[in-house]
């Protein structure tokens, strides 16, 4: 696998910048620098890491999963985008179910025991 000059460089200046940032954030930055300079196969062979896997949570999978369903779908691997794309819908809505009943929870017994979980076009 040949190394880009310029995918280098950006991954190089994205961790000085961020410091002591987590790997979680810097896996996010060198997610977006392939997809930014159009290696999309690596970007895709990036998610399915199963390092990377493990950077993200329940709630982060979600996000994940619309990114390799984007990917995929820009390479034109149409099934394999829409099957990760059903499975992020999947997802969002067990989330939202969780949510309705934190709050029927909340509601009935006077405690408000739910989080705040932003839409997923905003953990993009």
Known sequence: MQIRPHILALTLLSVAVSGGCSAFNEHREDLRALRDAGDLATAEAALQEERVQDLYDDNSELLR???LGGI????????ASFTDLD???EL????????LGEALSGFFFGENTTKYR???HESM
């Open 65 to 67: 999963r619309m990114e």
């Open 72 to 79: 995929r779908l820009l390479r034109g691997d149409h099934a």
């Open 87 to 89: 499975q992020a819908d």
């Open 92 to 99: 969002d809505r067990a989330l939202r179910e969780a949510e």
């Open 118 to 120: 932003p839409p997923a």
